[in-house]
Every structure is written in C-alpha cells, then in structure tokens.
C-alpha cells in the first residue's frame, strides 16, 4: 500500500482564493510526522510545514495551514489568498519514527490563475 | 551557511559510462538523503547517512547504485554502468538530529542517458 497519496495531480485557482490540496497517509506507526514541501519549476524542494501525530493544533506558518484529520488520516494543505508565484508542484511526505526514511507522494501541481 | 549543494547540476553521460555525483550538506547536518525523482513522481528515496554510516538503502536499488560519506561530510553518489532508465533529477537532502526535523533539499542533479 502507498505510505502517502495525493488524489489529485493537477489544481487551478483564482488568485486570492483559497486552495486546499489532499494528502492521505498510510501507517500504523502511532508517532509520525507530516510535511508538504513546494516545487517550483526551478526544481528545488522548498520545506512549507510539519505537523506531528501527537500535535493537539493544527500547523500554520503564514499563509499555509495543515488540516490534520488523525482518525480520517488525513493531512490537507491550505493555502489562503493565493499568490501567481505558488504556483508550483507540492509534494506530502511522511517520516515514521520507527524509521529515517521520508515517503513522499506523487504531488499535486497547482495553478494559480491571475 | 548556503544551504545543500550539488554539483554537477547537469551530466549528460552515454549509456554503460559511469557517473559521480557530490552533495555538500548543511554544515551541522549529520543526516543526509539521495533521492531520486522522475518527471511526474516524488522523490524515491534511495539511501540514508548518519555521519559516515549508511543505515539504509532502498530495496529497489540496482547494485549499479553506491554511495558514500567517508567523513561524515560530503556525500558521493556514484552509477556505474549508467542505462537511460536511470535519467532523473537525483537530490541530496539534510538534516539535524532533532526529532522530527524537516529535510533541506539541494537543488539537484539531472542525469540523462542517452
């Protein structure tokens, strides 16, 4: 079974609106931490945000948040008043504490449209 | 600090030649990642460093694969025998010890087989 999978391969949005991109994860680690990183076409992974299993809030750093649903596991990335330059690709990833590897899914390209 | 750097950033090689590339971690990072990613995918994790050690390596990895951190630096990733099916994005990441750290990506390498 896939560790991580985002449903969908391509997003659109109108520039200042929210967006929200899926990720569902797979594991029966209890603790685990969750990250969303951006690919601009430049090709490097940017880091966005960490939500770890045991963490009683929701992450948010600016404009991004985590909707962290534990018992639906499921880790959804939002992003608010969306900029021309998020457009990119964005990759969810999962690291177990059982291990030091991270697992990435297939990512979600968004588009934001002007 | 400048981040995680990869040199080459491109390497054009022909098929059955070898290849070797370097990844320059965070200076205090003592954990570092090969990935390796296809147009389309997330990055597949291929191998794992702590200081020199190698602790992990992907199952799916050809024994054509081999990677080093002889002083817990610098890392090497090397292909030999090179076939076009090995024509990716190949990206270095690090990070601290901390629990749960995020990873910092370098910008990559693009290999292409021809």
């Known amino acids: 079974a896939q560790k991580i999978t985002q449903t969908q391969p391509g997003m659109f949005v109108q520039e200042k609106e929210a967006v929200t991109l899926d990720c569902t994860y797979d594991t029966s680690d209890p603790s685990y931490g969750l990250f969303w990183y951006k690919q601009p076409s430049s090709g490097e992974m940017i880091f966005l945000i960490y939500?770890?299993?045991?963490?009683?809030q929701n992450a948010t750093e600016g404009r991004y948040s985590l909707n962290f649903q534990k018992a639906r596991k499921s880790a959804n990335l939002v992003i608010s008043a969306s900029q021309l330059g998020d457009s990119a690709m964005y990759f969810c990833a999962m690291r177990e504490s059982t291990g030091n590897q991270f697992y990435f899914g297939t990512g979600t390209s968004l588009t934001v449209i002007p | 600090d400048t981040g995680v750097s990869q040199d080459p950033r491109h390497k054009i090689t022909k098929r059955g030649q070898n290849v070797t590339f370097r990844c320059d971690p965070i200076s205090e990072h003592n954990r570092l990642y090969w990935y390796r990613q296809t147009l389309g995918q997330g990055p597949e994790f291929l191998t794992y460093f702590q200081n020199e050690a190698q602790l992990e390596k992907s199952r799916l990895l050809s024994d054509r694969f081999s990677a080093e951190r002889p002083k817990g630096s610098f890392s090497t990733l090397e292909i030999q025998r090179t076939e076009q099916g090995d024509s990716a994005m190949y990206l270095c990441?690090?990070?601290?010890?901390?629990?749960?750290?995020?990873?910092?990506f370098g910008p990559g390498t693009r290999l292409t087989v021809l």
């Open positions: 939500q770890g299993s045991y963490d009683q």
């Open positions: 990441a690090s990070r601290s010890g901390l629990h749960y750290n995020e990873q910092f």
